[in-house]
């Protein structure tokens, strides 16, 4: 959807040029790192101009002036830090859109599923409570840029619990790069065993979304090496809405294959406005998560269940396909209904006996 911008914050980089830490790149150019290009005349209003669309989409979506919605804004911003730009980001849109809300008595959840870490989202966040961060990555032990958000990084002070880190780690190898070839499988059982149910327990005013889609095909292994398709982005975002109140708002991250990027971004947007979304393929249903992915998010539930009880609940649905699990809760769905109705059934054909008792 498309927003009118207008400033919500001010967003300043205003540092005297002695300051600034530019680098020389092998371009020619310069970067404020050896991968982010700077330009004086350019970068400042594009960064101000994606942080602030997304400041407004959020604040529309949490107070019920639209149902939800997608920024398509780039540059992306999820590893900036507050006094630090890096790694293509240079204001951290998403976070700057949390603060707002937070400023306004909103309780926020934030849903990263960009391939990298969301480093400076959690660098952000880390201590405050009043936003739940939660980051689906590549982690590889550590080897992944950028090398952080171990499932052990839990947060810190009254920030306890309300960071979650589903750190996937695999051990293929493609020229020596470590790219186990995880896909929708295992990401449809990050988020029915812990995604959606720590997101249930939290009831969020409002989840905001860093989407990236550099987790499907077509990209190298140095920057993503999965295969997420875009019908299972559509699914993680319908998950998501069911999850919560449904207020959903989407900031487009990294992913830099432009026909993956494409048709990712188009099914997120039919399932965020009610539209018939791509079917899941029999394989994504079919197949159980790889078991190193399991052991990874047993990490993650080991670190968390002292926080959220409920993942307890949900560990027998890791090591199932989505296919079984959607079939085992359309069951138990089936048997309450049916429990149900017997207890009506029961309740009208009582009748009360001549003494006054009911039989």
């Not at 700077?38 to 529309?60: P, Q, S």
């Not at 980051?135 to 992944?144: A, L, P």
């Not at 699914?235 to 207020?247: E, P, Q, V, W, Y």
Request: aromatic fraction near 8%; include cysteine.
């Amino acid at each position: 959807m498309c927003v009118e911008y207008r400033v919500h914050v001010v967003v300043t980089f205003n540092l005297p040029d002695a300051s600034r830490a530019f680098l020389q790149l092998s371009c020619g150019g310069v970067g404020v790192d050896q991968d982010t290009y700077w330009n004086d005349t350019h970068t400042c209003n594009a960064a101000r101009m994606a942080a602030g669309c997304v400041i407004e989409l959020a604040e529309k979506v949490a107070f019920g002036e639209v149902r939800n919605g997608f920024a398509f804004v780039r540059p992306p911003g999820h590893h900036a830090l507050p006094n630090q730009a890096m790694a293509f980001c240079y204001f951290n849109n998403v976070a700057l859109a949390a603060k707002t809300l937070v400023a306004k008595n909103k309780k926020v959840l934030i849903v990263d599923w960009d391939i990298h870490h969301g480093s400076g989202t959690q660098q952000i966040f880390y201590d405050n409570p009043n936003v739940l961060f939660i980051s689906i990555h590549r982690y590889d032990n550590g080897t992944f840029f950028p090398g952080t958000g171990r499932p052990e990084e839990v947060g810190s002070g009254a920030g306890l619990g309300f960071n979650v880190n589903i750190a996937f780690s695999g051990a293929q190898t493609f020229q020596g790069i470590a790219a186990s070839n995880f896909g929708d499988p295992e990401y449809l059982a990050a988020f029915r065993c812990i995604v959606c149910p720590i997101a249930q327990q939290f009831n969020a005013d409002i989840t905001l979304v860093s989407a990236g889609f550099n987790a499907t095909e077509g990209h190298p292994p140095t920057l993503g090496g999965y295969s997420v398709t875009p019908a299972c982005y559509a699914h993680l975002t319908s998950m998501l809405m069911n999850a919560g109140n449904g207020r959903v708002a989407m900031a487009l991250e990294g992913g830099y294959e432009l026909m993956s990027l494409c048709a990712s971004s188009e099914a997120c947007m039919r399932a965020l406005m009610g539209e018939q979304f791509p079917s899941l393929e029999p394989s994504s249903l079919q197949r159980p998560p790889h078991p190193q992915a399991i052991a990874s998010l047993e990490k993650t539930i080991s670190s968390h269940k002292g926080y959220w009880p409920i993942l307890t609940q949900r560990i027998h649905l890791l090591r199932i396909s989505h296919g079984e699990a959607e079939k085992g809760e359309g069951d138990e769905v089936d048997t309450v209904h049916a429990l149900a109705s017997l207890s009506v059934d029961t309740i009208h054909n009582r009748r009360v006996s001549p003494a006054g008792t009911v039989v």
